[in-house]
């Protein structure tokens, strides 16, 4: 009778043990299963924003509080990747400040959590691990694996052979003056800026090959900006800007 009793308890711990390990979240893509998967999204160097949307599901039975990190495991020179959980946040958040509590059976909204590549005229492959775990037990867990892989468009134009600096950089929301220098190949170029949600808050034709260039930014909210030039419908070369 001992040993039967014994043995009951062993199973019972076991039970207990995958019950509070078991996955309770779900990932999908287009309808897809990806969770703990790796994925492929390709885009060219010239792409301004690669947005890759997930639905995240409460596959348990209860009441959970998830959140999202990342972990870049290879990335570009000079790209820019972020998360949206609800909000999109800069480049520099690695996990989601604030918990999005998900029902038993409920799914999250369309582009609730989206991830955003930013290759700002760069090509190559970045290998980046998304994460969604439970607050309460971040064992309880779900991963994809996406690998972006940037193709170069051609266009002829090495980034090194153009001059971009803006000072003073961080501004505080004062005049802001940009240094550049383009080779004799490029027509038609713009100075663009941009803020992190990929939307183009300033924009003015270059005439010359060479010059500065002046934009007021007292009426940019504090973030980080990417000011481009541009031309022909390809970024040439991108940079930080950040508002204080």
């Known amino acids: ?15 207990s043990a995958s019950l509070v390990n078991a996955q309770s979240l779900q990932l ?24 890759v949307s997930f639905i995240i599901t409460n596959i348990s039975e209860s009441e959970i509080s998830v959140k999202v990190r990342k972990n870049v495991i290879e990335d ?15 480049p520099q958040v690695t996990e989601s ?32 691990v998304y994460e969604v775990f439970n607050v309460d037990n971040p064992d309880d867990k779900v991963s994809v694996t996406v690998n972006f892989i940037i193709s170069p ?14 000072y003073p950089n961080p501004t505080t929301g004062e005049l802001v ?3 550049y220098s383009l080779p004799s190949s490029v027509q038609n170029a713009t100075f663009t800026v941009y803020n992190m949600l990929g939307v183009k808050v ?16 007292n009426g940019f909210p504090k973030g980080i900006y990417l000011y481009s030039i541009e031309a022909n419908g390809s970024r040439l070369a991108t940079k930080r800007l950040i508002v204080r």
Do not use: H
């Not at 039967?4 to 711990?13: A, C, D, E, G, K």
């Not at 990806?34 to 690669?50: C, F, R």
């Open 97 to 128: 400040p604030d918990p999005c509590t998900l029902n038993a059976g409920e799914s999250t909204y369309e582009g609730f959590f989206a991830v955003d590549f930013s290759p700002e005229g760069n090509s190559g492959t970045a290998k980046i």
């Open 202 to 217: 300033y924009e003015m034709a270059i005439e010359n090959r060479s010059g500065k260039i002046d934009f007021p930014t």
């Open 76 to 90: 570009i020179e000079d790209s820019f990747n972020t998360i949206c959980f609800g909000t999109c946040y800069p």
């Open 177 to 179: 003056y940009v240094d």
């Open 1 to 15: 009778m001992k040993i039967r009793s014994f043995l009951l308890v062993i199973v019972l711990v076991i039970c």
């Open 153 to 166: 468009t051609g266009i002829g134009v090495n980034k090194n052979d153009i001059g971009l600096q803006a």
């Open 28 to 51: 999908s893509r287009n309808g897809e299963d990806v969770s703990n998967a790796e994925i492929n999204v390709t885009g060219l160097s010239t792409d301004n924003i690669i947005d």
